[in-house]
């Protein structure tokens, strides 16, 4: 990382972006003195703060607790880094103890993000218990009448979250929330369909099967689509090779790459070519020249320079990326429907202290009272980094606890008639740990005599692309914009929205997850990455749940919103509301007939 200094503004900013604010003059005087010197930047620090923070359990930030994030991390990465290398320049075979060492202190860091986060050694010891039926549950209410909880069994209540005084606050506002109403107009009538149904996953897979040569095919093909796409857009005549010197200004496109392990800089950045244009090879940027970029590992990107000597490009001009096109056929369901109300909340929907779910529980008490036409739902359900489901400690199996969890919620929602779609998480220990992620199996649902009539509920891939009434939505579990954050560098001349630089991003790499190589706790599949993992279209409403801060902005057209997440380690957390009114003249965007409010629940 190269020495930066960093200012009180910046600090405000990055701190911001997770929802923190700054007043204390000593707590900025010393995340300056941090970044000073541990040459950091303003979005290390703060990300190297969350990854404290939650670990503990949402630490309030003070002095004292930076000296911890001095103590346990800052300083053991200081000493990890100035170990000696051996056999610097001649390969070397690492074997599997080897390379179990030198990956442990790194593994902790994204699950960290998440409360009750646990270390891949802990994770590596994580048993199914048998199904018991030790403690009593209680019994769930028919016909949407309120239920005491629709936890499966009966736990200790949390009271930081029992003793929360801003629920129903609301918290960030799009549009005029006075002119709609806030309820569904029929639910019985909305239709929800994937957007292709050809490229849409709707079954397990068989995974770990994946080569080399075709991942690297894969990839390949994804410069040259890309390339193709912006060569037209900025009406490039010829691409040119990325290794031959020429005197004169050249265009060229790859992938952004970092020529080392470890995180990014503006020293670090080299652009690998197509196998088409350039036979894979690759050549160091120098950025000094541009002021204004944002660039990330993984990233696709055409860049105007001088590459004189072959060996690498001065950079004049990052060229924008190219979003793809909203969808084209109208659709005149939503005019036949009345407005579309939906709700749409992101797990844990238990807090980090208690299995009760009482944050689910509240938000099926505002189901039952609005009526909404459709509630989206995102895991984790049963979360790998909550403390008693990743101890065991459970009087059932993780697949029953999910089953009767979702049979919970069809039942406290059956007077209401809300469509539920429901997206599996990275973070269900119960459910396949690969990316695409294939949607959940009814079959369980639907077993027994009491089972609840399925035809509401709607289970999805992750990522997914679907319609409802008409109504295109892209939806994700996966935290990239956590992840986007964590790994981009950007120009002195980058200013304004950084969350809105993030969202757009996926725009333009027309890619739910763009970052590659990915970290350890998304494991791509590129054989189905590339069928189930791509956006063909740009969708009206693009929802990514994240844990950094909440927000719902219009992103070229396209209404992109962070719903929070339901719970945050004791305490509440955030839902979102979105009302979309009917077309009433032609082509009239989604943006300017929708109002969307996040809520405090």
């Not at 002119?179 to 639910?187: E, F, L």
């Not at 080299?270 to 944002?294: F, H, M, N, Q, W």
């Not at 969808?327 to 797990?347: F, I, K, Q, R």
Request: net charge negative.
């Amino acid at each position: 990382m190269m020495p930066s200094v960093v200012d009180a503004e910046e600090l405000s900013s990055a701190f911001g972006d997770f929802s923190i604010e700054l007043t204390d003059q000593d707590v900025l005087d010393k995340l300056v003195e941090l970044c000073s010197v541990y040459r950091l930047d303003a979005a290390e620090i703060s990300a190297e703060w969350m990854a404290l923070s939650v670990q503990y359990g949402q630490l309030e930030i003070t002095f004292s607790n930076l000296e911890k994030l001095e103590s346990e991390v800052l300083q053991k990465r200081t000493i990890t880094s100035k170990k000696p290398k051996s056999n610097q320049g001649t390969p070397v075979l690492f074997e599997s103890p080897n390379i179990s060492m030198n990956t442990d202190d790194d593994f902790g860091l994204f699950d960290a993000y998440t409360p009750g986060g646990k270390t891949n050694s802990q994770k590596s010891t994580f048993k199914t218990p048998d199904n018991q039926r030790g403690k009593q549950r209680p019994t769930s209410s028919q016909g949407g009448t309120p239920l005491g909880s629709v936890s499966p069994f009966v736990s200790t209540p949390s009271q930081k979250y029992s003793s929360r005084s801003n629920k129903g606050e609301v918290v960030a506002r799009y549009g005029d929330l006075n002119a709609v109403q806030w309820a569904g107009s029929n639910p019985w009538m909305c239709k929800i369909d994937a957007f292709n149904p050809e490229c849409t996953l709707k079954a397990k897979y068989k995974y770990m099967f994946q080569k080399l040569t075709e991942k690297a095919h894969i990839l390949n093909d994804m410069i040259e689509e890309m390339a193709q796409q912006l060569q037209e857009k900025h009406n490039i005549e010829e691409l040119s090779h990325v290794a031959i010197p020429l005197q004169e200004k050249v265009s060229m496109v790859g992938r952004i790459c970092c020529d080392s392990v470890g995180k990014l800089n503006q020293h670090s950045v080299i652009l690998e070519g197509s196998v088409e244009t350039s036979a894979g090879k690759r050549v160091p940027l120098k950025l000094t020249e541009v002021t204004d970029y944002s660039l990330f590992p993984g990233q696709i990107v055409a860049l105007e320079g001088i590459n004189s000597t072959g060996s690498n490009m001065v950079v004049s001009r990052v060229l924008e990326g190219a979003t793809p096109p909203f969808p084209s056929e109208a659709d005149t369901s939503l005019s036949e429907h009345g407005p579309l109300h939906v709700v749409m909340a992101a797990g844990p929907f238990t807090t980090s202290d208690s299995l009760n779910h009482e944050p689910l529980t509240d938000l099926m008490t505002v189901i039952q009272d609005k009526s909404p036409d459709v509630c989206i739902l995102f895991g984790p359900f049963v979360d790998c980094n909550q403390e008693q489901i990743s101890s065991g400690n459970l009087p059932q199996t993780f697949n029953s606890l999910f089953e009767e969890l979702i049979r919970n919620i069809l039942k406290s929602t059956e007077g209401s008639g809300t469509q539920l779609v429901v997206l599996p998480s990275l973070r269900d220990i119960h459910h396949d740990l690969v990316y695409p992620q294939p949607p959940f199996p009814k079959e369980g649902i639907m077993k027994g005599r009491d089972a609840p009539d399925t035809a509401r509920l709607h289970f999805v891939s992750e990522p997914s692309t679907f319609t409802v009434n008409g109504i295109v939505f892209g939806a994700t579990s996966s935290d990239v914009l956590l992840h986007l954050g964590k790994e981009e560098i950007s120009g002195s001349a980058t200013k304004g929205d950084r969350l809105g630089r993030l969202m757009k991003h996926i725009f333009t790499q027309q890619s739910y997850y763009p970052i590659h190589p990915p970290p350890e706790d998304v494991p791509i599949d590129y054989a189905h990455f590339e069928e189930y993992a791509h956006l063909t279209v740009t969708p009206h409403v693009f929802i990514s749940p994240s844990d950094m801060r909440y927000f719902i902005k219009d992103i070229d057209g396209s209404l992109c919103i962070n719903p929070g997440r339901l719970s945050k380690g004791q305490g509440g957390g955030t839902y979102a509301e979105v009302v979309i009114q009917p077309e009433e003249k032609v082509e009239q965007g989604i943006v300017n007939r929708t109002a969307a409010k996040i809520v405090r629940i």
